[in-house]
């Protein structure tokens, strides 16, 4: 986030998921918060669509240990990445010490990278690599022009230093594992600032004696700490946290924080930025899209309005405002009249300012070596501007022509010997700046002459963290989707040829039916069906639902019914008042069934059908809620979806993830770290604990029916087979193994990371080698 810095003006002058434990979160209510795409999403097949990242992404993250050199097992193979792109997801652009200019892109990527644009020649100077992190939203700059980096996955603190042109890894920042992503950071003085994901916390770590300052948890029960802004000089620090959202200020000479936050916005989830002058702080804040600006001494508001960008600049050069972009228009605010004076110059259609930034662009005084020398001493026959010569506008007129000699000075100068030319003050030529999208375009706006100007650039592309698999009907195809880049691979297993194509959002769920892939699309919780005879593009995938309009946010779960004339969608609620929605779509006519609230206050996550039987699965979080109730297995008629029948499992789970039907009709799922079976409403459950402890909100395991009779899985990363009659387990993998695809060969498939692998059951080693030979 910003602030104002006096002394960068003289140089110079933007789900995974919590750890949530299942002995914990069937007894306790938390405010829960989804992060963070709000993309700007429009789906236009024809062209490449460009995903507008204007506020947050949702942070999927779970924690990961670091990573070590890996043996590859054998039976195990890396089949690389399948989706690739260029994608910023955040922008900082600053001056070294010498005040010449650079732009800092972040891409998103598995690893994520930072990309070094110089500013003036628009050349990209430098790619260095984020280990560890897939993103990075935390950028700021030190009053020496060095750049500080908060990285994901495992919180680990990165800079870069443009005068030395020096990258450098800091590690892990928090003690804490739950705190596995930087969400922001800050810099003032000596001291670099950061707030933490799912832990809450805030940690001070000094830029000279490399130490870390923990303030821990800020509050309990708040996973985020979303933005900061810090006073060194003063003592002061602010934070925003969520969600729902709480402001806090840490006052001088204590560690304790205390709330100012009005009511009127207690049901926000979060700011997500944080702006402070030397009079004002100013929250940006999520989803209403409200910056409120509050009194730093009295801590009151004293105005508040709309916008779009993701934050606001800080106070521009000459101090006449502050700016930001509504509508995709650039709009100045005066602090004193509070008017807001809308320019008439506009960001490229669909965008807004996702980050704002002053270039100064008065020419530097030439450096000169000798210039102590040249203070301390006098020239025997210095040459002085006569003050008498001025131009029509009074202003004194420098000409080299016209000098007047003094005699060599004796002793020490009097006052009338010391005859100078009135300084005349500086006066500063400026541009705002700013990314406006995920491609890293830019804007440029130049008061001096009242234009805009647009700029793009080729960034380089990475390979995108896979985040959903499906197979193909036929099990020809596997089918990858990435984490927040979207995009869908499509790996061929008899041909091992890979294609990419472009133009889709994250996926939450999918499933390949009579040649046709149904796509459980993020955000706006929409269904789109991939004709997969006909090309990609063209209006193929086609949006067939759009559940946004009924408070829901994610397609969670998709299956089909009676052999894929219908198609079932659950969904998972962002603001709806109650759960998630259960909707049949007719694939014949294109009527949709809608059924809300199906399972109070929880979200619909898993889905197969038996017969004319539907069994579901929820998830207690919905509402970025925690339902006390408990996740629940329920199932009804299709005729009668009304009413429904809730089966009792033998535990508490917060969470059911995956369910399938196997060859004796039988009904398996996993709920939180259990496997269970279920056959009817006249047995028992059968169940068998695998892990004690899981994460997630709506996704941890995938469970599938192999072709030689196991039931596999991956839970939390793991690979495991269970005999189905006894349910005796074994561990195949202990790390890196998420979601679960089976070929037509019986081949088990799983993503680690923005890798596809593939995994040989014993009994096709025989079938594979045979056909190799062949």
């Not at 829960?32 to 062209?47: A, G, T, Y």
């Not at 990165?158 to 705190?179: C, L, M, Q, R, T």
């Not at 670099?192 to 309990?220: H, M, N, P, W």
Request: glycine content about 8%; hydrophobic content about 35%; charged content about 25%.
């Amino acid at each position: 986030m910003k602030k104002i810095s006096l002394t960068m003006i003289a140089v110079m002058l933007a789900s995974p998921m919590s750890n949530v434990y299942a002995e914990n979160i069937v007894k306790e209510t938390s405010a829960e918060q989804v992060k963070e795409i709000e993309s700007l999403v429009r789906e236009e097949p024809i062209e490449e669509t460009v995903e507008v990242d204007n506020s947050e992404e949702w942070l999927d993250d779970i924690i990961e240990e670091k990573p070590v050199e890996e043996v590859i097992e054998e039976g195990y193979e890396n089949l690389g990445p399948m989706i690739f792109k260029s994608s910023a997801v955040s922008a900082k652009i600053a001056p070294n010490s010498e005040g010449d200019y650079f732009i800092y892109y972040i891409m998103h990527g598995s690893p994520a990278a930072l990309v070094v644009v110089d500013y003036k020649s628009k050349e990209i100077l430098h790619t260095f690599t984020l280990e560890d992190s897939k993103s990075a939203w935390g950028l700021d700059v030190d009053e020496n022009g060095k750049l500080w980096i908060g990285g994901s996955v495992s919180s680990v603190l990165y800079s870069y230093d443009p005068n030395e042109e020096v990258f450098e890894k800091h590690g892990a920042i928090f003690s804490n594992k739950s705190d596995t992503s930087i969400q922001d950071l800050i810099v003032s003085g000596k001291k670099v600032y950061a707030g933490s994901a799912y832990g809450g916390s805030l940690v001070a770590f000094d830029t000279e004696t490399k130490e870390i300052e923990e303030f821990g948890q800020i509050r309990k029960r708040k996973e985020f700490v979303k933005a900061i802004v810090a006073d060194e000089e003063n003592d002061e620090v602010y934070v925003s946290i969520g969600s729902p959202m709480d402001l806090l200020i840490k006052k001088p000479n204590t560690k304790n924080f205390t709330s100012f936050l009005p009511v009127k916005y207690m049901s926000e989830k979060y700011a997500q930025d944080l702006v402070l002058t030397e009079d004002y702080v100013i929250a940006r804040l999520h989803p209403s899209n409200m910056a409120v600006i509050f009194d730093r001494k009295t801590l009151k508001i004293v105005d508040e309005f709309e916008l779009n960008s993701k934050t606001v600049s800080t106070i521009s050069p000459n101090g006449e405002g502050m700016y930001y972009t509504k509508g995709q228009q650039l709009v100045k605010y005066d602090f004193d009249t509070k008017e807001h004076t809308e320019l008439g110059l506009f960001l490229p259609k669909g965008t807004e300012a996702i980050n704002l930034d002053f270039i100064i662009t008065s020419p530097k005084p030439a450096k000169d070596e000798n210039v102590e020398a040249k203070e301390n001493s006098l020239p025997e026959n210095p040459k002085v501007t006569d003050p008498s010569i001025k131009n029509n506008s009074g202003k004194i007129t420098v000409d080299s022509n016209i000098t007047t000699t003094l005699p060599p000075v004796i002793g020490n100068p009097t006052e009338e010997d010391n005859i100078e030319a009135p300084i005349e003050e500086e006066t500063k030529e400026w541009i705002l700046s700013g990314m406006v999208d995920n491609l890293g375009q830019i804007f440029e706006y130049n008061p001096q002459t009242g234009e805009i100007k647009h700029q793009s650039f080729d960034l380089p592309e990475q390979p995108v963290e896979l985040y959903t698999l499906a197979s193909s009907s036929d099990g020809k195809k596997i089918f990858a989707n990435g984490y927040m880049s979207g995009g869908l691979g499509v790996y061929d297993v008899q041909t091992g040829n890979k294609e990419l194509y472009r133009n889709v959002s994250q996926i939450e769920s999918m499933y390949d039916i009579n040649n046709k892939l149904y796509i459980g699309a993020y955000p706006l919780a929409r269904l789109l069906v991939y004709d997969r005879s006909n090309p990609w593009g063209n209006g193929n995938p086609t949006e067939v639902i759009r559940m946004s309009e009924y408070g829901q946010e994610r397609s969670t779960a998709v299956t089909p019914y009676n052999g894929g004339k219908e198609i079932i969608l659950g969904t998972l609620p962002d603001t709806s008042v109650g759960g998630g929605a259960l909707v049949f779509y007719d694939t014949a006519t294109n009527k949709t069934e809608i059924f809300e609230n199906y399972i109070y206050n929880q979200s619909i996550v898993s889905l197969v059908s038996r017969g004319t039987q539907v069994f579901g699965g929820t998830s207690i979080h919905a509402n970025q809620q925690i339902n006390p109730r408990g996740a629940r297995l329920f199932y009804f008629n299709r005729y009668n979806p009304e009413d429904k029948k809730y089966i009792h499992l033998p535990f508490s789970a917060s969470m059911i993830t995956s369910l399938i039907v196997d060859k004796e009709n039988k009904i398996w799922g996993m709920a939180d770290g259990k496997l269970f079976n279920y056959t009817d409403e006249w047995t028992d459950v059968k169940t068998v604990e695998l892990l004690p402890l899981i994460s997630g909100r709506f996704r941890n395991a995938q469970i599938l029916e192999g072709v030689d009779g196991y039931i596999y899985g991956s839970v939390e990363g793991k690979l495991f087979r269970v005999t189905k009659d006894t349910l005796q387990v074994e561990w195949l993998k202990d790390k890196g193994v998420y979601g679960l695809e089976q070929d037509l060969n019986g081949n088990l498939y799983y993503y680690d990371g923005s890798n596809l692998w593939r995994y040989t059951i014993e009994k096709n080693r025989g079938k594979q080698a045979e056909k190799a030979e062949n």
